[in-house]
C-alpha cells in the first residue's frame, strides 16, 4: 500500500503533477474503470457523485458511473439514441473523448456518427432518415400514400408535417395553414390513418393513408360534395337536377365532364382557393356548352344552365 505522498508506478493518479497520467483520457481512464472503479471512489466519491474531486461521472456518462449511455441505449436505439440528438443536439457527444469535437470519432471511444449514418441526420432534411418519397414497409420508411401525394405540384414534405418533431416514433401530422378546408383545421387521425378538413380532399374524410384509394376518373363525389360548404364543392346552375336527381336523375360526373381535360388542372392550384381550374374546360365536346346553355344529345333542343 502506499500512502498520497508516496510515487506508485501503478496508481491511476499521478501524485507529482496531482493528477491522471498522460493518456488518462480516453483509453487510461477507461481501462482503469473495467480494472476496479472502485480506486475511482476515494477521490470522485463512494458513490461517484464528485468527491473531494468534484468530478461526478454523470458529468460526462449519461449512464452512469458504469455506462457511457444509459443501460438501455442500444436496445431501444430507436428512442433514446435520435431522441437525445434530436432534442438536445450532439454538444454532449461531440467532444474530444467521446465521439470527436467534429463527430468523426475517437480512437478506443466512441465510433464517428458517419460510420452509421450517412449521412449524418438532420431535422432539416428528411431525406436523412426518409426516402422521397418513403417507399418501405417500415418505420421510418412507410410508404403509405406518399407517392401520389409528391407527384403534385408544390407538395412536400413540409404541408403535412410543418413540426418535423417525430424522433420518438411517433408521426406527426401538422398541416399547413393554406390546406385548410372551410370546415376547420386539418386534423389526422393516427388510430385511423386518415385525415380530415384538408381542402385538397374537400373536407372529408379521407380513406386510409396506408390501405385506402381515389379513383379520380369516377369516384369525384369522395372530394367534391354538392352545396357551397366548400372550396371545391359543386353549386352552380342545374347540378342539383342533374346529378343529385330530384327523384329523377342521377348522373355520373364524367357523363359531362371529360377526365382527360380534368387532370390537365385538376390538381393545380391545391395551395388556394381554386384548387383547380375552371370547371367548364373539362365538359365533354358534346355536351356544346356556350358559356350559359348546351345542347346534346340528352336535349333536342337548347337548355339554359344557369
Not at 457511457?68 to 431522441?83: C, E, F, K
Request: hydrophobic content about 30%; aromatic content about 6%.
Amino acid at each position: 500500500m502506499s500512502g498520497c505522498g508516496t510515487a506508485n508506478d501503478q496508481a491511476t493518479f499521478d501524485t507529482d503533477g496531482e493528477g491522471h497520467p498522460a493518456g488518462w483520457l480516453p483509453a487510461g481512464h477507461m481501462t482503469a474503470a473495467r480494472a476496479d472503479m472502485n480506486t475511482c471512489g476515494s477521490c470522485h466519491g463512494a458513490d461517484f457523485s464528485g468527491g473531494i474531486a468534484r468530478v461526478s461521472c454523470s458529468s460526462c456518462h449519461m449512464g452512469g458511473a458504469s455506462s457511457v449511455h444509459p443501460l438501455d441505449w442500444q436496445i431501444s436505439a430507436n428512442i433514446n439514441h435520435r431522441w437525445t440528438a434530436f432534442n438536445s443536439g450532439t454538444t454532449s457527444c461531440a467532444n474530444a473523448y467521446c465521439h470527436g469535437s467534429d463527430l468523426a470519432g475517437v480512437p478506443e471511444s466512441g465510433p464517428a456518427c458517419d460510420s452509421c449514418h450517412t449521412p449524418v441526420p438532420s431535422a432539416e432534411n428528411c431525406t436523412t432518415c426518409h426516402g422521397f418519397p418513403p417507399a418501405g414497409a417500415f418505420f421510418p420508411n412507410t410508404a403509405g400514400k406518399h407517392e401520389k401525394h409528391t407527384a403534385l405540384r408544390g407538395v412536400d414534405c413540409s404541408v403535412c408535417h410543418i413540426n418535423k418533431n417525430h424522433a420518438d416514433i411517433n408521426v406527426d401530422v401538422n398541416f399547413l395553414s393554406l390546406y385548410s378546408a372551410k370546415s376547420g383545421t386539418p386534423s389526422n387521425d393516427a388510430a385511423g390513418h386518415t385525415c380530415s378538413n384538408v381542402s385538397c380532399h374537400g373536407g372529408q374524410t379521407t380513406p386510409s393513408w396506408l390501405t385506402g384509394t381515389i379513383d379520380v376518373n369516377t369516384e369525384c363525389t369522395l372530394c367534391h360534395s354538392y352545396g357551397t360548404s366548400e372550396y371545391n364543392s359543386y353549386n352552380s346552375g342545374k347540378h342539383d337536377r342533374h346529378v343529385n336527381g330530384l327523384g329523377i336523375l342521377s348522373l355520373a360526373c364524367t357523363v359531362c365532364h371529360d377526365t382527360g381535360k380534368v387532370a390537365v388542372n385538376h390538381f393545380k392550384h391545391l395551395d388556394t382557393a381554386l384548387l383547380e381550374g375552371p370547371a367548364s374546360a373539362t365538359l365533354n365536346d358534346s355536351i356544346n356548352y356556350n358559356g350559359t346553355s348546351c345542347s346534346n344529345a340528352c336535349h333536342t333542343e337548347s337548355r339554359s344552365w344557369k
